[in-house]
């Protein structure tokens, strides 16, 4: 597994990079050598947080813990993509039994063939906004997130509220 480990506001010990890596071969187990894994530690005031981005294939697995040692928040941290990796496999074996789950990360699955309650579409009329005035209307909405055309790149984007209480733009990557 490829692992890169980032510090914002610190630097890691090298004891908290030989903890990650062990800690990590338990995920490993799942995926194989070829996924790759970013791990970002962060230090604020009495808190430590550690957040873990694992990718295979299309998918995308993320978990980010706050204890008061980085290691703590490590465990937690790879304990909750355990449970993530242990829910989703057992959703896409029963789906595709005849398939292996490694099979099944190296190729992209259609949403026809999973098992999703969808309760509602919703259309909506995308205006052109700055990024500002998209996060004033969702606030005014009382949402999470919102979606809008960027009137700099006439690019559809996505601003959601993250757990911390700051703000987050999604954009599309490449031409689209």
Do not use: W
Request: net charge neutral.
């Amino acid at each position: 597994m490829n692992i890169t480990i980032v510090g914002r506001k610190c630097t890691p010990r090298e004891s908290f990079k030989a903890h990650a890596e062990m800690k990590l071969q338990k995920v490993e187990k799942f995926f194989g050598a070829d996924a790759a894994a970013k791990i970002t530690a962060t230090v604020e005031k009495n808190v430590k947080i550690v957040e873990i981005t694992l990718q295979k294939g299309g998918f995308l697995f993320r978990a980010q813990e706050r204890a008061q040692d980085l290691e703590d928040a490590l465990d937690a941290c790879v304990d909750s993509l355990i449970r993530q990796i242990r829910k989703n496999k057992t959703k896409l074996e029963r789906r595709l039994r005849e398939v292996s789950f490694d099979e099944v990360f190296n190729t992209p699955t259609d949403a026809e063939e999973q098992d999703f309650d969808i309760v509602r579409t919703k259309t909506v009329a995308l205006k052109p906004q700055t990024t500002e005035e998209a996060i004033l209307q969702m606030n005014m909405l009382g949402h999470t997130f919102y979606m809008f055309r960027n009137a700099e790149s006439e690019k559809i984007n996505v601003v959601y509220q993250r757990r911390d209480g700051g703000y987050s733009v999604l954009e599309p990557d490449g031409e689209s």
